[in-house]
């Protein structure tokens, strides 16, 4: 759809037709935060002919370049600007990814952008009600209690919760910002949806991220979704998958325990129990070893531990397979054999499949599936995760998380005084900039932080529990929706025992008025992604540039600004922006681009300049829609978007990373191999590629990853340039800043990382091999004693974490129906920007719940009444039952976009005056329950009890 009337004259125009847009929603309940269910009744005369408005004959139309802000699918946009108004968009038929195709959310983008909801200028709550503030005073009381706090109980006591709504400049000056202020007390959204795929795939063959791209699913013979509804959490990505149903006749198979519209398209839908995923996989590979249909040269040359793998997988015959997940055996059986013969073949999971306490055995299982069948590194194979947020990639690559800087460097000495050579600030400076104790033998600086799963116990917990100085006392929700996380009824206990809240958002969040605070709350409203201007990440790794669509609106400011004033507050802008450009106290992007450019050696950020970037922007109708490469035009040869790894500076002009580990190809033009960062051997055997290596290697084996003495051994130091060698001496790939050991390597056709296998196996998680263990709150006792949790821990990211004391109290007779959780099409994340979009509004009005016939029947209600929701840990929400049968009896399912509501109460008097989305709603979370992985602290939601009564 074409919008092409201005904002400032819609109301004009559509009075026209009898009666304005506007006055409609004022005078329905869609101005109290919610929409009627019922149908409208229109007076005579109201329906007129439709006229369209002409446009003025001097309005002269600019056309800007931007990316969705929604699902990290990347969708192009053309929107069209008059007089600085946004007035219309298009969706970019010449884009490489949507090729012209749009959502609903994606469709209704513009109205996020001039969106009448938004907060409109910095305000703080103060006696109970909401105060206008200046962003000078709002900057000075907030800055001012940081201080105080500082000095009181050390930086560890300010939490700084980032977004993946950042850009990536953003993102990356969020976490040097945290890093400057003496903490890893930062997180953002990946650590509650993808952070198990990221360490449990990076620990299987070395990067955490999706290996192939949608638009390479053209060539794939065979799907399994498992835990994955792309037709609603992504379904431009649903285009290209059904392309690959019509070009290639490729088989679909649906593993979920709903039976959602993407299952609707399958050839073959499995509905596993909540949960089971390692069991389902390891159902699958039963039989794929039974019958011989392993790529046994593939495991062979490229990988280790399937041998360890195919003893635990033996344990997993048909009848045990079908009592853990429910799943029959043929239905086992046929999966396996759709998968085994059609290949290649790419697995796709989502939040269903890593928002588990076993997250990274789900996600290393599904990593091993693919491995066993050979199809990692090719074309139409792969693992293809699939992101949420628009630049949830992006801001877990540049390392807005607790327990690692920008590029995945970790947080040891070494990683530290790196960042601070790019950073050009003294490595001893930052260091005293940390608490300096030690707590459990470990000090801040080099301990993981508290992730943002966990945030409610860095305030709740007894700090001698704690492995930092003091509670967390302030939090920062830096574009963070708080209802996206579990425990609700504990998080208002925290937010209530907070000293301060800040919240920076183009919208006030759930957390502006869930909270039930009186004071201590400040609003300080960012700009959308469309008022500023920078790279975003798409899930496949490409990095786009966005066009500034227009200029900031009401009294916002893009979040660098923001960080900066803060900063200037706080004492060290100087250092945070020691080498960017700062205008108007607006930070320069291109220089903060240039700057991660310098330092994100691991994954290869350093060969997009944003002269590249640009390049591709303005060359989208040159990319081959499947490729991704560009046929002719000033960038023929290159993969659109430039996807990590881009190996080099921007002056070797590296093609891009299309397809991860692909050996068919030389490094040079894209290809590579399994990455080598877990030594050449372990209990005596060679974990080196054998017989496997990238086209044009002239080291044919494996080879561990380069650094100098690597170089000298092989003799090609002499390649390096002078300046080049003494920037390389002592230095490996990671850290050598002048790029020259990337160079040689790739000189001699060999990539940067070593040629490894993929480990099926992973000797330093808790779980060697990937092992099924019952959720904590499991209606199956008659399971806990074969396949228990984990004894409970006393520390995981500085905290004590509870496994086995919660899954040992038997709550399931109270609570009988498995609860689980998922998205919808009309609405994203938190929902706050999408139910405060009238056009998405009008789409879903209602917070429900789905739940069997037979349960509705047994516990009494009807499809449409309002019905009770109670979590196994008390906490309740009251919702609208959709009775149905894609759920199972013993199964029900909610949605978790909505806020605005708590515990059966309406909280729209709690938002400051104009800013009530459209549509509330109790939030999911509210009634979901503790769980959390033992490597990332990855929250369950995706399976615990409740019970549910008629209202």
């Known amino acids: 759809m074409k919008l092409t009337k201005r904002s400032d004259n819609v109301s004009k125009n559509e009075n026209k037709l009898g009666l304005s847009r506007r006055a409609f929603m004022r005078n329905s309940s869609i101005a109290a935060g919610g929409l009627a269910a019922g149908a409208y009744t229109f007076a005579p005369g109201m329906i007129k002919k439709a006229q369209a408005e002409s446009v003025p004959v001097d309005a002269k139309t600019e056309v800007k370049r931007t990316i969705c802000s929604h699902c990290s699918v990347g969708c192009g946009i053309y929107a069209e600007v008059q007089n600085g108004v946004w007035t219309g968009q298009e969706p970019a038929f010449d884009h490489p990814f949507n090729a012209g195709g749009h959502c609903a959310k994606g469709a209704a983008l513009r109205e996020h952008g001039h969106g009448e909801r938004r907060l409109k200028y910095p305000m703080k709550l103060e006696g109970g009600k909401w ?5 000078e005073d709002a900057i000075e009381e907030i800055g001012n209690k940081v201080l105080e706090i500082r000095k009181e109980s050390g930086p560890d006591s300010v939490y700084w919760l980032g977004s993946a ?33 990221v360490s449990g795939v990076a620990n299987t063959w070395g990067y955490g991220a999706m290996t192939n791209s949608f638009n390479d699913m053209h060539n794939c ?95 997993w015959n048909p009848e045990e397979v079908e009592r853990v997940t429910g799943v029959s055996e043929a239905d086992v059986y046929k999966a396996a054999k759709i998968l085994s013969e059609n290949r290649p073949g790419s697995i796709i999971w989502c939040m269903g499949g890593t928002q588990h306490t076993t997250g990274n055995n789900n996600t290393r299982a599904y990593c091993v599936l693919e491995l066993a069948l050979g199809n990692i590194g090719k074309s139409g194979g792969g693992a293809n995760i699939f992101r949420g947020h628009d630049n949830v990639q992006g801001a877990t690559d540049l390392g807005v998380l607790s327990h690692t800087l920008p590029g995945y460097y970790g947080l040891a000495d ?141 009294d916002s400011k893009p979040d660098h600004e923001i ?80 996807p990590w790894p881009c190996w080099g500076t921007a002056e070797m002009k590296h093609p891009g990373t299309h397809i991860l580990y692909d050996t068919s190809k030389t490094v040079a033009d894209g290809g590579g191999n399994f990455r080598a960062r877990f030594g050449v051997e372990f209990e005596g055997d060679n974990i080196l590629a054998e017989d496997s290596y990238s086209l044009g290697c002239e080291l044919e084996d494996g080879y561990p990853e380069f650094t100098d003495k690597l170089l000298k051994q092989l003799g090609w130091w002499d390649d390096l340039t002078a300046e080049e060698k003494a920037a390389a001496e002592g230095k490996n790939w990671k850290t050598d800043l002048s790029g020259g050991i990337q160079r040689v390597a790739i000189k001699h ?124 840990e008390k906490g309740r929400i009251k919702v609208k039952a959709m009775v149905t049968p894609r759920v199972k009896p013993g199964l029900a399912f909610i949605p978790f976009h909505f806020g605005g509501k708590f515990q059966g109460e309406d909280l729209t008097n709690k938002y400051p005056e ?31 009890l409740c019970n549910i009564k008629k209202a």
């Not at 059904?242 to 299952?263: S, W």
């Not at 590979?285 to 040269?297: G, P, S, T």
């Not at 944003?610 to 081959?624: C, L, M």
Request: glycine fraction near 6%; hydrophobic fraction near 35%.
């Open 131 to 135: 105060k206008k503030l200046s962003w």
């Open 165 to 197: 709504k950042h850009s990536n400049e953003q993102a990356y000056m969020f976490r040097k910002m945290a890093s400057l202020w003496g903490t890893n007390n930062v997180d953002h959204q990946a650590r509650i949806c993808h952070s198990t795929t």
């Open 221 to 315: 013979k065979s799907m399994l979704f498992i835990g994955s509804n792309p037709a609603e959490a992504h379904p431009v990505a649903m285009q290209h998958i059904l392309i690959a149903k019509e070009k290639n006749r490729c088989q679909i198979v649906v593993a979920d325990p709903r039976r959602t519209r993407t299952a609707a398209k399958a050839n073959h839908y499995c509905s596993l129990r909540p949960g089971t995923d390692v069991a389902f996989i390891w159902g699958l590979l039963w039989h794929i070893f039974a019958n011989k249909w392993e790529d046994q040269e593939f495991i062979r040359q490229r990988v280790y531990g399937m041998d360890e793998i195919r003893a635990e997988v033996a344990k």
């Open 414 to 554: 070494g990683s530290w005084k790196h960042w601070a050579k790019v950073w050009d600030v003294d490595y001893e400076w930052i260091k005293e900039r940390f608490d300096q104790n030690e707590y459990r033998g470990k000090k801040p600086m080099n301990n993981m932080g508290i992730p943002v799963s966990r945030w409610i116990d860095g305030v709740l917990e007894n700090k001698d529990n704690i492995e930092q100085n003091d509670n967390i006392r302030a939090m920062f929700y830096w574009g963070h929706a708080v209802n996206s996380q579990t425990r609700g009824v504990e998080m208002q206990k925290a937010m209530q025992k907070l000293d301060m809240m800040v919240i920076v958002d183009p919208y006030p969040t759930h957390a502006a008025v869930m909270n039930n605070r009186t004071d201590g709350v400040y609003l300080l409203p960012a700009t959308t992604q469309f008022e500023t201007y920078g790279s975003v990440t798409a899930s496949n790794r490409s990095l786009q540039w966005r066009d500034k669509v227009v200029e900031p609106l009401f």
């Open 563 to 642: 960080m900066y004033l803060l900063t200037k507050k706080l004492g060290f802008e100087k250092e945070l922006f020691k080498n960017i450009k700062v205008e108007n106290n607006e930070p320069n992007i291109e220089d903060i681009t240039r700057e991660f450019n310098k330092g994100m050696w691991t994954i290869g950020y350093t060969g997009q300049s944003p002269e590249r970037i640009k390049a591709h922007q303005q060359n989208w109708h040159t990319f081959h829609k499947t490729s991704l490469v560009a046929e002719g035009g000033p960038i023929n040869g290159e993969t659109y978007g430039l």
């Open 749 to 872: 056709g060999c990539i940067p990382f070593g040629n490894a296998k993929a480990r099926a196996i992973v000797w330093t998680f808790p779980d060697r091999v990937p092992l099924h263990r019952e959720p904590l709150y499991t209606p199956r006792r008659d399971l806990v004693a074969d396949y228990p949790t984990w004894d409970d821990s006393e520390s995981i990211y500085r905290l004590p974490t509870m496994y086995k004391s919660i899954q040992d109290k038997d709550v399931s007779g109270e609570y009988p129906i498995v609860l689980t959780s998922g998205r919808l099409v009309e609405y994203e994340g938190g929902g706050e920007e999408t139910r405060s979009n009238p056009w998405l509004a009008e789409l879903q009005r209602e917070m429900f719940v789905e739940v069997n016939p037979k349960d509705a029947n047994d516990i009494g209600f009807k499809d449409g009444d309002m019905v009770w929701v109670e979590g196994a």
């Open 914 to 944: 104009g800013t009530v989305p459209y549509v509330i709603g109790e939030a999911a979370n509210t009634a979901t329950t503790y769980g959390y992985d033992p490597v990332t602290q990855m929250q369950e939601t995706k399976v615990t």
